[in-house]
């Protein structure tokens, strides 16, 4: 019942940026936390970033200074700016939203991945 769609991920060179976007449609009460993982080959889903919707943030250590998370919560849209991109940032980033339905039934939603590349 809630969708999550992602765009942004491409291919660049190391000390690059990207910025992700991941906007949330359906049957949408709330949204509490928005966030960002990541999964590169043969590795878990790690958390990257999260952000509540009062703009509370956390961050994985190995993206601190970097990455930036930020929400247009008029939009259920959130947005991950990374900068000096390494490339061992390299994975497969995807988004996820926690939040109530319409219905009041929680939800924990996720996008379908987006690609990003960091070439050395």
């Known amino acids: 019942q809630v969708q999550l769609v992602e765009s942004g991920g491409g291919l660049v060179q190391a000390g690059g940026s990207l910025r992700l976007s991941c906007a949330a449609s359906g049957s949408i009460f709330s949204i509490n936390t928005m966030g960002w993982y990541r999964q590169a080959p043969g590795k878990q889903r790690e958390l990257v970033a999260t952000?509540?919707?009062?703009?509370?943030?956390e961050y994985a250590d190995s993206v601190k200074g970097r990455f930036r998370a930020a929400r247009d919560n008029a939009k259920n849209t959130v947005y991950l700016q990374m900068d000096n991109l390494k490339p061992e940032d390299t994975a497969v980033y995807y988004c996820?939203?926690?939040?109530?339905?319409?219905?009041?039934?929680?939800?924990?939603?996720w996008g379908q991945g987006t690609q990003v590349t960091v070439s050395s």
């Open positions: 952000i509540t919707s009062s703009d509370n943030s």
């Open positions: 996820n939203a926690n939040g109530l339905t319409t219905r009041w039934v929680p939800f924990s939603s």
